[in-house]
Every structure is written in structure tokens, then in C-alpha cells.
């Protein structure tokens, strides 16, 4: 595929999948899901910082949702690969949020400075660094949600 149809294909991507996120990127302290009442369910793409895009869990459209053990979907399959790609584990990509992938997320917790909980959440998916397309390639913060 051309280079210069990537980021046509992933902004046509991007505007059907048709959801918002804010503009701002302040980060919150604390992984508490009570802002993020919805399982997440899925995986959409949502826009990152930089002008890459990147496949992130969510609930239908809406990306603050949380994942907590035992929980089987392909949003959990995004947070592996990132984890993967931008951490540096070598989780199986199973779509199954078990003990390896609970504690990577623990791990980025403790290291962005957020409760260890391991259960991802809005804050955590803000302060986490995924694995994009578009322009640039590599890990990229996406715009806080």
C-alpha cells in the first residue's frame, strides 16, 4: 500500500468509526474506573498525539471503559499489543485479561505514577503509550479522553 494512501485510509477510518476526544491532554492521577462505568467491549481507532492514529479499547465508540481480570474482548487484544510493541512484553494477544496482562498494566501504573491497580481505565489509557499508523509510526500518547 503507498505511503501517502495510509494516512487517507486511516482518517477515513477514523471518521467512521465517528467519536470525539477532547483536545486537552492533562492527565489525571488515579486509575479510579468510577468515570468509566462501561466495560470495554472492543477496539476503535482513535486519534493520537502527533497526528498518528491507534486501535484503543472501548465501549461502542465511547473510549473510557475499563478491563479488569478475566475479561475476554479485543480491546483487551489492543492493550496486549501495545503493551508489546511499546513495553517491551511478550504477552500472548489473546483478547483474555489475565495475569500477565494485569500485571503490565500494574507495571505502567507504578511507572506513570498511578494506583496500582491493574485494572486499565481512562486514566491509565491516557497515560499509557500505544502502538500507532499513520504518518509516524512507533508509541504515542493519544489525547486524554
Known sequence: MSRKLIPLLASTLLALVS????????????????????????SVIASMVG????????????????????????GVTVVQ???????GYHLVEDGVYGRHSRDA???????????????????????????TFGPERGCAYPHAV
Open 19 to 42: 467519536f470525539v476526544t477532547p483536545a486537552s491532554t492533562t492527565y489525571a492521577s488515579n486509575t479510579s474506573t468510577s468515570s468509566a462505568t462501561k466495560p470495554c467491549t472492543r
Open 51 to 74: 497526528g498518528s492514529y491507534s486501535y484503543v479499547p472501548a465501549y461502542g465508540n465511547n473510549q473510557r471503559c475499563y478491563i479488569e481480570s478475566g475479561m475476554e474482548n479485543n
Open 81 to 87: 499489543h501495545s503493551l508489546n510493541q511499546c513495553y
Open 105 to 131: 498494566v500494574t507495571w505502567v501504573q507504578r511507572h506513570r505514577n498511578l494506583t496500582p491497580d491493574g485494572v486499565y481505565g481512562p486514566s491509565t489509557h491516557n497515560n499509557m503509550t500505544w502502538d
